[in-house]
């Protein structure tokens, strides 16, 4: 949940210090498939990818969780980001955060876009086309990847490319993943003139019992998703330290939760797909080992 709503901070005046602070805890304290303040990031951009991912998170759950008029809430996040923007954020995630975005010349518009994603989620719960599932993907995820290349200096198109690439890949395989649970949101992300094309019916969705035809949908999925991850891994040789390293991570993490995906059968409605502690202790072995012995072939 939220630590606190947007309206309830804005009053609120804290320390550069104690905002950190706070927004290393909100990153540390909510798991991810792979965290976004990765143990990888060199010590001196933790506190900024923090404060990018303690905004991310607080946009996120004012769009999930927070009771009330939500796009109210969102259009309030939205004023106190552009508060940020000229260098008076109060309140912990506005205060790291605006500090973030003096020292990296941040622009406002990924940001924005975050919100925005949100805002699509409370207008809609169906998405028409394969297209209009793209456009959610370059609102709720790319802007992140964008953000964390900024941050650690590359701000070119073609690399933005390869980002949005991984981003969306990373996207859609958290909504293969969650059908069920999306479902019980009111949510499909499944494309419905897909799902027509295949006969897959939410009726048949909500009796939670994969069919042929919805496993033949989902894989097809999958297969479509692996493309992407295939074309966002060549960002990992135009980046340097670390990052490598990590960005290989967020692809091979997807990349394996697609695996459990394939290996249930293409059935994401009686189990959610994961990836065990081992085996992800085993993909940053020999992740690792891959990228120092140049053996790469992960796709």
């Given at each position: 949940m939220v630590?606190?709503?947007?309206r309830?901070e804005?009053?609120?005046?804290?320390?550069?210090a104690?905002?950190r602070?706070?927004?290393?805890?909100?990153a540390?304290a909510?798991?991810?498939?792979f965290?976004?303040?990765?143990?990888?990031?060199?010590?001196?951009?933790?506190?900024?990818?923090?404060?990018?991912y303690?905004?991310c998170?607080?946009?996120?759950?004012?769009?999930d969780?927070v009771e009330g008029?939500r796009?109210?809430l969102?259009?309030?996040l939205e004023?106190?980001l552009?508060?940020?923007f000229v260098?008076?954020g109060?309140?912990?995630?506005?205060?790291a955060?605006?500090d973030?975005?003096?020292?990296f010349?941040?622009p406002r518009?990924?940001?924005?876009?975050l919100?925005?994603?949100?805002r699509i989620d409370?207008?809609t719960?169906?998405?028409?086309t394969?297209?209009?599932l793209l456009?959610?993907?370059?609102h709720?995820?790319?802007?992140?990847g964008?953000?964390?290349?900024m941050?650690?200096g590359?701000?070119?198109d073609e690399?933005?490319?390869?980002?949005?690439?991984?981003?969306?890949?990373?996207q859609?395989?958290?909504?293969?993943q969650?059908?069920?649970?999306?479902l019980?949101?009111?949510?499909?992300?499944?494309?419905?003139?897909?799902?027509?094309e295949?006969g897959?019916?939410?009726?048949?969705?909500?009796?939670?019992?994969?069919?042929e035809?919805?496993?033949a949908?989902?894989q097809f999925q999958v297969?479509?998703t692996?493309?992407?991850?295939?074309?966002?891994?060549r960002?990992?040789?135009r980046v340097r330290?670390r990052?490598?390293?990590?960005?290989?991570?967020?692809?091979?993490g997807g990349l394996?939760?697609?695996?459990?995906?394939c290996?249930?059968?293409?059935?994401?409605l009686?189990?959610?797909p994961?990836v065990?502690?081992r085996?992800?202790?085993?993909l940053?072995?020999?992740?690792m080992i891959?990228?120092?012995s140049g053996r790469?072939?992960?796709?």
């Amino acid at each position: 949940m939220v630590d606190a709503p947007p309206r309830a901070e804005t009053p609120a005046v804290v320390s550069i210090a104690d905002a950190r602070a706070h927004c290393l805890r909100l990153a540390h304290a909510h798991y991810e498939n792979f965290t976004v303040l990765s143990w990888l990031t060199p010590r001196t951009l933790r506190p900024h990818r923090a404060a990018v991912y303690a905004f991310c998170r607080t946009a996120d759950d004012l769009g999930d969780e927070v009771e009330g008029d939500r796009l109210a809430l969102l259009d309030r996040l939205e004023e106190n980001l552009d508060v940020a923007f000229v260098g008076r954020g109060r309140g912990p995630v506005f205060t790291a955060l605006s500090d973030t975005i003096s020292r990296f010349d941040l622009p406002r518009e990924p940001f924005a876009r975050l919100i925005e994603a949100n805002r699509i989620d409370q207008r809609t719960s169906r998405h028409e086309t394969f297209a209009d599932l793209l456009h959610y993907c370059e609102h709720s995820a790319n802007p992140v990847g964008r953000l964390v290349l900024m941050l650690h200096g590359y701000r070119d198109d073609e690399r933005f490319a390869l980002s949005d690439a991984t981003c969306t890949a990373l996207q859609l395989t958290n909504f293969w993943q969650d059908v069920a649970r999306d479902l019980t949101m009111g949510r499909i992300y499944l494309p419905q003139d897909e799902m027509a094309e295949y006969g897959v019916t939410e009726e048949g969705l909500n009796a939670m019992c994969a069919n042929e035809r919805l496993r033949a949908l989902m894989q097809f999925q999958v297969e479509r998703t692996r493309e992407l991850f295939a074309r966002g891994l060549r960002l990992v040789e135009r980046v340097r330290g670390r990052l490598r390293i990590e960005l290989t991570l967020f692809s091979r993490g997807g990349l394996a939760i697609l695996d459990s995906i394939c290996a249930q059968g293409y059935d994401t409605l009686s189990a959610r797909p994961t990836v065990s502690h081992r085996a992800k202790r085993r993909l940053i072995a020999s992740t690792m080992i891959g990228l120092v012995s140049g053996r790469r072939r992960w796709t």
